[in-house]
DNA sequence: TCACTCTGATTAAACGATTAATCAGAGTGA
DNA sequence: TCACTCTGATTAATCGTTTAATCAGAGTGA
């Protein structure tokens, strides 16, 4: 039944030197007063032991565990990777680990989440809220990534500077009919985006928003967006608010017999896995993952670091919006001005 | 400095009640000899108090962390959410949480992946390897999931019955020249289902092989695949060994006109993310990720909960192989004897 | 010489849980 | 009455680390 830990502890480092365990853990961590010479014969023999710190030992002591949360409620989101893979970097160049947690998408069980993380002991956490969702009852410290107009939000891309770019992008290549294409109209960031790209339109300019949610409440799940129709209604750009709705326009249009991008362009956001692969290749608006997670984990890392009663709050970071990087591939070209409506037929 | 812990402890149920800590922890863990009704009053006043134990205290004493780790080399690949969301759920209704480790790919860091989280002192870990990669240096029980044919898998679907079905469907449409599409010649899954697909062949049915991986080492990424001419070579069936080649194909062949399922058909593997929603909808073959992360998960925690020295081994399982399921849409039909090869011009 | 400071180390007390060992008392059978 | 068992509880040790408190001894100034 005993399970003893493997590998050296101080107590076996310091009776092997003929010292104390104090001046032991003084010497490893810095801390405390030990001579020069001592702290290098120590700091030898536990490396040539192998000795690895108890995490356990030292949270009990300590009180803090050196794990942070991630909170993921929306999993589904492919996003995900890019967001796990950066977070998990930022958080172990900083020493800590990262223990992931999500909810299915459950609004009411993100709470349940947030409280299994607090009551695994986590120092802070990261959260990527689903919607709009308030962020108050955690134990701990919490850095919210989401978009800079959702108040208590620590840091995020600048999704409407990115929809900007976007805007510009277009107007450039001579496009004045856009369809802006989202799929949750509750979405902070989808709105942050649209309102980027209804502002960077110039005079002349004229915009509609289709959402997917509203249109598949109506017509069923996975149904036809009607894009051909849009398209002979004038519109010449599609200007979706995430690559999977870039997509899914993409392929619509072209199983229609619609060119892209000679007939009109299409356009996405978050420069996700298939967006450099597929057949034109999606011309996109990146986030920069790493500088955003950079910044959230150091800056809760900072509080936690600083606040000496464990307590719920809000992190706050210097910089709180990154820019967003536009990606120009082949999915979006000079608009045409009479695209051939002879070819288009709604499957 | 000193960082209190929130909430009661034993000690302050103990004292509040007037009993004494050991007590309080045998009426919480049912073990010892206490009372009925001792055993009641305290489950009673921790409850109320909200009392919640302390995993560092715990894991000090028992040895045992209540993690696992999750190792995910390819932390690209778009099956990680999936994956992801089903071990952190199997783990989570075990009473363990995830601490998530990614190498960025690199095949030296998972090795480094490795260490940490046997640092940080997981009772087991789950481990997706890249390629075969030799999992054996770790310190503590170790499940992978990969695939039957891989040497020390623990569970895995069973890729190589999916490419069975994904031929057989193929096959009761008329099809007899298939293409396979993979992107990673080294892969043990890719080469499963491959070999399924093969294997599933009718008399008279004949393949060929694509591996992008080799084609972009000569012609550079994101290159055309070339699929035209292979049409022209007189396949009709392309069935990717993955959704994102399946999505790179279906987009390919759209682009030179040629109209899917009428002309081609196209299958992938995984059903990821936009096999639903892309037109045509991909059809696909699904593995249940959460019957192998179930799976996987019980069978490491009952090697964790039954070796009684922290050793490094491979876990093994009754169930080792998870049948895959088909998902038949719209992308695949029946053959077309003569696909109109008019409208065919390779971009 | 005495009081004082400074350095370099040790002692010992936590942190919170688990658990083997112990113990008081009641009941039982001879 | 004595020895024994059984029950229901307590005592105390332990896991490995951190850190405040203490201490011995050397050096210093008066």
Redesign the pocket.
Known sequence: ?AT??PGP???RI?TSL?????????A??G?????????ERIREHAAELG????Q???A????RSGVLGLVLPDIANPLFPKIAQAIQFAASAAGYGVLIADSRGDVAAQTEAINRLVERGVDGMVVIPRRATRISSAACPVAVIDTPSTPGNTVAADHWQGGHEIAGHLAGLGHRRILIIGNNQESNVQNDRAGGIRSGMRPGMHSETLWIDRLEQENGGDCPLGLPEKVRQGFTAFAALSDLQALRALTELQQAGITIPTDVSVTGFDDLIWSPVVTPSLTTVRMDMDRIAGIAVSALVDTIRTSSIREGMLVTAEIERVAMQLIVRQSSGPANPAPRTSEMENM
Chains 1, 2 share one sequence.
């Not at 009990?60 to 009180?63: I, S, W």
């Open positions: 039944m003893p830990r502890n101080l107590s310091a003929g010292v104390s365990v104090a001046t032991v853990s003084n490893l961590s801390k405390g007063r030990v001579s020069g010479q001592l702290v000795y690895v710190p108890s356990a030992g030292r009990l002591r300590t009180g």
